[in-house]
């Protein structure tokens, strides 16, 4: 029996010239219909001009102007996706179904199945920021996951990874302390990150769900299509050092409703620039500008005092290898001071894409088509950022020189101890007095 041949391009052992990927200047955009409407209205123009017995310099002209409307781009975007944009800014996401399949969660929106991958910290990562905010902990590489696209017989049609961050669970007297103690950090201090594997039920899917069909049942056959691929997934990071489980239904429906439970009141007020009214509670998402598509700018936008910060990459196939990565960062703020400084550390305002870009950080709903900047990435060019693998852990202390460190601690019940200098005024490691109440 022959081996099944992988679809993935053939590695040169030639060394290859990496550039950073960015999103691309294009002028004009035609897709298929639009380009089939300009034919039609250039050839109207056309004879229209001659009909008036007009030059051939003015037929040219005619015809320039009208593939200028209909493909022309206006900061980034054609006529018509404005008009879509404006005509879609306030439809909202609706609830997509949630089963379970031999212990796998299943999410089910109509027209595509998603299975969830929980990233989980390496044991006991320490983390360090210097006095600059600089440095940060290992992030989830585009690249490995835009390989993961493709494998095999099996062609996903997008991956997302959700990172929901912050840097406290709650606004008090405490945290505000602990705020000025720490100073600007790069990374999340807390939180968690999922990798979602989605697959479209199209034609080209149905031939591994049938090969992989054993109990006479084709949604079994494509449910374990999808857990092969989402195990890949979750093999591949841990490669490279990540842990990771696949998500039960369980576990799924939590990590909604927790984010959820966060941003239910402002997504009910859609806006063009926000989710919410900005006097309160509301919600506001960014793209990268042009130029800040690199790790410097990604570390800077944790600088910024957000109540929760979703952070959200999604990477669509593009074939041969190249897939379209569009990364979004929404912010969970009240009152509108505390991105005063978005601008300056290389964000825009997704304008009529808020509610597009909070629903990918809400696995259990229908995903609204993504309108945002995305730039092509590949074996030659590559995202200069990478997503936040979680929070980066608890505040052990700062170094001599500034370095602020800190530890992932894992969940379950291992004591954590700690070992070194005390202070010789107050017996606690220096910036680590823990918060006494009672």
Not at 14 to 20: A, D, Q, T, V, Y
Not at 197 to 212: F, G, M, Q, T
Not at 306 to 315: D, E, F, K, P
Request: net charge positive; aromatic share 6%; glycine share 12%.
């Amino acid at each position: 029996m022959s081996r099944r041949k992988n679809h993935e391009p053939r590695a040169s052992l030639e060394p290859r010239l990496i550039r950073h990927a960015a999103p691309a200047r294009d002028l004009i955009s035609l897709t298929p219909r639009s380009a089939l409407v300009a034919s039609a209205l250039s050839t109207a123009s056309v004879l229209g001009a001659s009909g008036f017995g007009l030059g051939v310099g003015a037929a040219a002209a005619s015809v320039a102007a009208v593939f200028a409307a209909v493909g022309g781009k206006v900061h980034g975007r054609t006529v018509g996706e404005w008009i879509t944009l404006r005509g879609t800014k306030n439809v909202l996401p609706e609830q997509a179904a949630l089963f379970s399949r031999d212990g796998v969660g299943v999410v089910f929106d109509g027209h595509t199945v998603t299975a969830l991958v929980e990233i989980t910290p390496r044991p006991w990562q320490l983390t360090c920021i210097s006095a600059t905010g600089g440095g940060g902990s290992p992030v989830i590489s585009a690249d490995i996951l835009r390989r993961q696209l493709r494998r095999y017989d099996i062609g996903l049609s997008r991956i997302d990874v959700i990172c929901a961050g912050y840097k406290f669970a709650a606004n008090d007297t405490a945290s505000g302390v602990l705020d000025t103690l720490i100073g600007p950090v790069s990374v999340p201090l807390g939180g968690s990150t999922v990798v979602a594997v989605s697959l479209d039920l199209e034609a080209d899917v149905l031939e591994p769900a049938y090969a992989r069909t054993r109990r006479g049942s084709l949604p079994h056959g494509l449910c374990q299509a999808l857990t092969i691929a989402a195990t890949r997934v979750r093999n591949a990071l841990a490669e490279q050092g990540f842990g990771g489980r696949i998500m039960s239904a369980q576990q799924i429906r939590d990590f909604h409703d927790a984010v959820l439970a966060q941003v239910v009141r402002a997504l009910a007020v859609p806006k063009w620039r926000t989710c919410g009214a900005t006097s309160g509670v509301h919600t506001r998402t960014y793209v990268p500008a042009r130029g800040h598509w690199n790790a410097e700018s990604a570390g800077s936008w944790n600088h910024l005092q957000a109540h929760r910060q979703y952070t959200t990459l999604t990477l669509t196939p593009q074939g041969d290898g190249r897939a379209l990565a569009q990364p979004l960062v929404t912010y969970l703020v009240r009152g509108g001071d505390a991105l005063a400084k978005a601008e300056s550390y290389g964000l825009r305002t997704a304008g009529g894409q808020q509610v597009a870009g909070l629903s990918r950080a809400l696995p259990v709903a229908s995903h609204l088509p993504l309108r945002s900047a995305g730039a092509i990435i590949d074996d030659q060019r590559q995202l200069g950022f990478g997503i936040p693998a979680g929070g980066a852990g608890l505040f052990v202390g700062s170094q001599a020189d500034k370095t602020r460190v800190f530890v992932a601690v894992s969940p379950a019940d291992e004591p954590l101890w700690l070992a070194g200098r005390l202070c010789s005024r107050c017996r606690w490691w220096p910036g680590c007095r823990p918060r006494i109440s009672g």
